[in-house]
């Protein structure tokens, strides 16, 4: 078992690495499953908000370079193109989400680990986590995202001192340099990152995934193509359910019931377990 997906119906859908005793080291098996995670969180009605895991005392510490080495040559460079191809379709498919990635780091977050942390809306590290690039230290460039995410979380002139340099840094570092959101206590991690997704679970999903694709779209538009984007946006946010509510629940002084109304409100309050290995 390399990858498990549940579903609750807080509206959370939990994904979690499994291959506790190797670091959650991305082999095929873990990348395809992981894929398949996203796949099965982008089909699955009711999802409002993803919580990624890795289980035991590692994130992720990359890919595993002891499956890389039974192969070499062209056979090798196969090889990690299906791994690549799994791992970077399923953070195409977490990306296109309306619902919000968080992710909840412990240990180690290397090569690949990295770039899943990065890839997260929310980042929450252990007090004790650490990050690497690694990539370089054994003669390997980026994957991952991890070129395209870091110099626009933490800047070029520190990603490449992390890029090249392989430098390891704290979760205290990393949360100064943008790289995560927020520094908690080791034994606080697991509640906290559920509590966060949860109430993110509870919030308007159609506005989070509008505000996902603003902030990605405009690190690279232009402003007056950007502008345009915000006011398409916000005139169907406007116009939707969640927005009628939002403003309802506002004028009438009470919280908003955004998962009672919804397009994602989930259909039942049955909780399964996907396992993909």
Sequence with gaps: MSVTVSFHDDGVAHVELCREKAGNAID??????????????ESTDGVRAVLLTGRGRSFCVGGDLREFVRFSGDRLAAHLVEVTDALHGALRVFAGLDAPLVAAVQGAAAGAGLGLAAAADLTLAASDATFVAAYTGIGYSPDAGVSWSLPRLVGRKRALDLLLTNRR?????????????????ADRLADTAEETA?????????????????????????LD???????????????????REGVAAFLAGRSPDFAGVGRTRPQSTARFVTEFK
Excluded: Q
Excluded at 28 to 41: S, V
Excluded at 205 to 214: D, E, K, M, P, V
């Design 28 to 41: 095929l098996a873990t990348a395809t499953g992981l894929l398949e995670a996203a796949r099965t969180c």
């Design 225 to 243: 193509a950007h502008l345009d984007a915000e006011a398409r946006h916000l005139t169907e946010a406007a116009v939707s359910a969640e927005g």
């Design 169 to 185: 840094i704290t979760a205290p570092e990393a949360a100064e340099m943008g790289l995560v959101s927020r520094v908690v206590e």
């Design 198 to 222: 949860v109430a993110l679970a509870r919030g308007a999903t159609g506005a989070f995934g509008a505000t996902r694709r603003l902030v990605a779209e405009g690190l690279s538009a232009g």
